[in-house]
């Protein structure tokens, strides 16, 4: 609840300041900005070396901390050095030369990300989420404040790399803050022996979370090559609502349950029941929003951003469901890293990637609706994949998982017929379209859970009241 909390008020923030963007850049300037974000994202995701998982995973100790901070703080200056230098050779490759500008200043975020990471681990690892929504929260304010002030001084693209660094370097300075008990400066006194545990298992973690970045993002850097800067400023923009309201919460669970499945592994029947419970909420919110959103997008652009991004309006569509396909595997990763195998995820993450890039790369004969139609067709394959490889791994029978995903099909189902529906009618046009269509939507939803699936409906109420 704290980090749905520090998610909702993060995301509005965020969600404003895209709109106001939307109207401020053009489509142009908006997906140069992406694309530098994206290469900035690569560097971000191995800026820990992986050791923030490790803190999770392993046993707590100073040794441990020391060990971690010595690491990303060596980690994290390299990158950010290698960016500032490397930025020429990007803006050549892309053949922007704006996008030099740009990856010099977010390499400053590479270094607030990796000085961050230890002190948000140890924080996650102890579930004191209240003061990691704290953290999240002046991030959020920050950026958004920083970058829409920018982007009226007519700061134009610049303004939202410089919103992002400031964002970060808060949300750094926060979680030291933050941490209780005394602080582990003390990276001298780092044993070769904790060195060693934190690199074991950060090494293949990071190595998966760069994979899963890649994948995550390989769409944006096809685009950019492929279809140009004004093509990726359509697509980034049509990503950021299924990104903002449905991708990200299953990060923002990620967040609890990879501690919650490592403390739970071992007792393997508690953790099948977790892992049960957890696929099927998240099946149940990514697939009703999904088809929810894809249902009102044709309606929602213009409301939201403009006429001008009329060329959204199909990704959007597709992108909705492709965010709603990945739910159905949501969470498989999680287990891995808490059973001690992350390896498991870059095995699978290297054949999704082989597998991705030629089929994105010709799905560009399409443009970019055809790019995202692609990544639903994916994302599909690949969700049913991963669970399977995780109910191996469980020992949990396919079945169940399987009827664990069943409401949120069936939700999903109810939006689309109901959606549809209500816009078949005379509702005209602008947001009290919109919201009697979405009040429908949900209707329907909680008429299913309530008269369908009894028990979960009941389930939820008691997990929203904490009874």
């Not at 390499?107 to 607030?112: I, K």
């Not at 379209?433 to 409906?457: D, E, K, P, Q």
Request: glycine share 10%; with cysteine; proline share 4%.
């Amino acid at each position: 609840m704290w980090q749905g909390l520090a998610h909702s008020i993060g995301r509005v923030i965020v969600l404003v300041t895209i709109v106001v963007l939307a109207r401020l850049l053009s489509p142009e300037e908006y997906g140069l900005v992406a694309l530098a974000l994206v290469l900035m994202a690569y560097g971000e995701t191995i800026a820990d070396a992986g050791v923030a998982q490790a803190l999770v995973y392993l046993k707590p100790s100073r040794e441990n901390s020391r060990a971690a901070l010595l690491i990303t703080a060596v980690v994290g200056g390299s990158l950010a050095v290698g960016a500032v230098v490397a930025a020429p050779l990007a803006a050549s490759v892309f053949d922007r030369p704006e996008v030099e500008v740009l990856v010099q200043v977010l390499a400053v975020s590479l270094l607030g990300s990796a000085l961050a990471a230890v002190p948000e681990a140890l924080l996650r690892r102890d579930l004191l989420f209240p003061r990691l929504t704290v953290a999240v929260i002046v991030r959020s304010v920050v950026t958004g404040a920083l970058t829409l002030g920018l982007a009226f001084a007519d700061y134009g693209a610049l303004s939202l790399a410089v919103g992002t660094v400031a964002g970060t370097i808060a949300y750094a300075l926060c979680c030291w803050l933050l941490l209780p008990g005394d602080v582990p400066w003390q990276i001298w006194r780092a044993r070769r022996e904790a060195l060693h545990a934190n690199l074991s298992f950060g090494a293949p973690a990071a190595g998966s979370t760069l994979l899963a970045r890649l994948i995550f993002d390989v769409d944006y850097i096809i685009i950019a090559l492929l279809l140009g800067a004004q093509a990726l400023g359509y697509y980034t923009l049509a990503f950021r609502l299924p990104e903002l309201l449905i991708i990200n919460v299953f990060f923002l669970l990620s967040t609890v349950t990879f501690p919650l499945y490592s403390r739970a592994r071992s007792d393997p029947e508690r953790l099948r029941g977790g892992y049960l419970k957890s696929v099927q909420i998240q099946s149940l919110y990514g697939v009703t929003a999904g088809v929810g959103l894809a249902v009102v997008a044709p309606a929602l652009v213009p409301v939201l951003f403009g006429d001008q991004w009329g060329q959204a309006v199909l990704p959007l569509v597709f992108l909705s469901i492709y965010a709603a396909v990945r739910s159905l595997g949501a969470g498989a990763n999680d287990v891995y890293k808490a059973l001690g195998r992350p390896g498991l995820s870059i095995g699978i993450s290297l054949v999704r990637l082989v597998l991705l890039v030629p089929l994105l790369m010709y799905a560009t004969g399409w443009g970019i609706v055809g790019v995202a139609a692609a990544q639903c067709a994916a994302a599909l394959l690949f969700a049913f994949g991963m669970q399977a490889v995780a109910a191996r791994v469980m020992r949990l029978r396919a079945l169940l998982l399987l009827g664990a995903v069943v409401p949120g099909l069936v939700c999903g189902l109810a939006v689309a017929a109901v959606g549809l529906a209500m816009l078949a009618l005379p509702l005209g046009d602008g947001i009290p379209a919109l919201l009697a269509v979405v009040t429908a939507g949900v209707g329907a939803v909680y008429a299913i859970l309530r008269f369908a699936f009894t028990s979960l409906h009941d389930e939820l109420i008691r997990l929203v009241l904490r009874r």
